[in-house]
Every structure is written in C-alpha cells, then in structure tokens.
C-alpha cells in the first residue's frame, strides 16, 4: 500500500488499460427478486448481499456501456453489478464504491454486514470455509505485492501511479475472475469475501480520515488480521489502488 502523504502527491493518476477480454460481461442485466432480494443477492436475515464482488458499467445517456475493470474510474458515473465468471472491478474508491451501489438502488455493506456474510452465524468461525485455522489455497491470497514486478524493488520509489498501473492485476494467477475459488464460499453462499479484492465498507472514516476495507486480497489476507477479520485502516475514503474492491448490499424487502 501506499502512505496518504504520497496519495496527497499523486492523485488523479490514470493509467490508460489493455483492452479487456469478456468485459462486456459486466453489462449483463440482472434478474428478478427472490424472497425480498435481487437474484444476484443472498439474503441474510433483514439485509440482502451481493454472491459476488463488484463489476461496473458506465451510464451514458440512460446506457449502459462496458468498463474496463483494469481502469480507474475517475468521473465516470458508474453503476455497480454483481455476476459469476468476470474480473471484479479494483482501482476503486470508497466514494466511488458508494456511488456506483446507489446507482444500482444497493449500498455499500456495513462491516458487521460484511462479516457476517463471509464468517456465518459461527462466532469462533475467522474464514469462509469454517473454522479458525487458516487453509492456504482455499481463497485468493498469499501471492505478496506484484507492484516489484513492474516498478522495482525500493518502495520508498513507488509512486501511486504505480499501485494504480493496469498491468498488475493482469498478471496470471494473481486476480481472479468471481467465483473462482468454489471453497472461498461462505454458508451463505457468498464467495471471495476472503482475498481476490480488498472490499471497502460503508464505515466513515476514523479521526485520522482513514476509511477502511476488509477481507484483504490476492497480495495477503493475513497481516492485518485472520481472514473475514482483516482490516486495513490507512487511506482517506477518495483513494484506490490496484487491491481496492467492493460488493454491494441493500435492505431485505
């Protein structure tokens, strides 16, 4: 990750994006409602949670065009999606998360909501697949920083144009496409809540301006915490990088 000062430094860098493959994916519309709850949703109790990380498309005009999900977002305006077997959306801010979910009549998770979705109702579980004890290979993580490959091994001269380069969530084996990991599946039914993509929450930021994300991503989900419990608290709620993710939830209806 990058330090706020150096965020201060770089913003609005906007790296331009290889085409993608099957990005068009994204744009496909969901289906009906299912007790109280979008198709693409589980429910849990009174609130209803996306199975998979995000996608978004953008909305010209009343339309819907596909997204590159190796680009950032800058001022588009961007709707949130929720589908099995495509690249989930990284190089995304937490306000930028919010809004893409608003547009999709959702909202960004709660943390308590986000745990729950990824943990169950088992207070001792801290991963998808039950359990406290960490099974490596289960989720998408434990892959370190792919930023070296691409931008040295000093970081003290990576810059946050770096941790935003579109090269390095194409490398093979790091980011994964949603659903890929069938044992990072919770009892719910909600999958990679563990590892693929950090996942912001709708928590405010703390007095520092910190916001924060969960369930860490491909690099780790380890160091700051076991599992459905990790937490990074570093960054202002207007920053992204190539680990920064989102799902959406909504109240049950």
């Known amino acids: 990750m990058v330090g706020v000062s150096l965020l201060a430094a770089c913003a ?24 109280g709850c979008p198709a693409e949703m589980a429910r849990i109790g009174t609130f209803c949670v996306d199975r998979y990380e995000a996608t978004v498309v953008t909305v010209e005009g009343g339309e819907e ?3 590159s999900p190796y680009q950032t977002v800058g001022d588009a305006s961007v709707r949130a999606r929720s589908a099995p077997n495509v690249v989930p959306q990284a190089y995304i801010s937490q306000v930028q998360a919010a809004t893409a979910c608003a547009a999709a ?13 990824c943990r169950g109702d088992d207070p001792r579980a801290r991963y998808p697949y039950g359990g406290a004890t960490h099974k490596p290979g289960k989720c998408n993580e434990g892959k370190g920083s792919f930023v070296q490959r691409f931008h040295g091994n000093d970081p003290m001269r990576w810059t ?23 044992e990072c599946r919770s009892p719910y039914g909600v999958y990679d809540c563990v590892g693929n993509l ?3 929450t709708s928590e405010p930021a703390d007095a520092k301006g910190h916001a924060r994300f969960r369930g860490g991503f491909y690099g780790d989900a380890e160091q700051n915490g076991p599992g ?9 709620p207007t920053y992204h990088d190539y680990s920064t993710g989102f799902r959406c939830c909504r109240d049950a209806r």
Do not use: I, M
């Open 12 to 35: 609005g860098a906007t790296p331009t994006p290889k085409p993608v493959e099957g990005a068009r994916d994204a744009g496909a519309e969901p289906g009906g409602e299912v007790d």
């Open 65 to 67: 065009r596909p997204h």
């Open 105 to 117: 009549d959702k909202r960004l998770c709660a943390a308590k909501e986000l745990a729950r979705a």
């Open 160 to 182: 946050y144009e770096n941790f935003n380069d579109p090269h390095l969530n194409q490398v093979d084996g790091g980011l994964a496409r949603t659903g890929a990991h069938p």
């Open 198 to 200: 950090h996942e912001w």
């Open 228 to 236: 459905c419990l990790y937490v990074t608290s570093a960054h202002e």
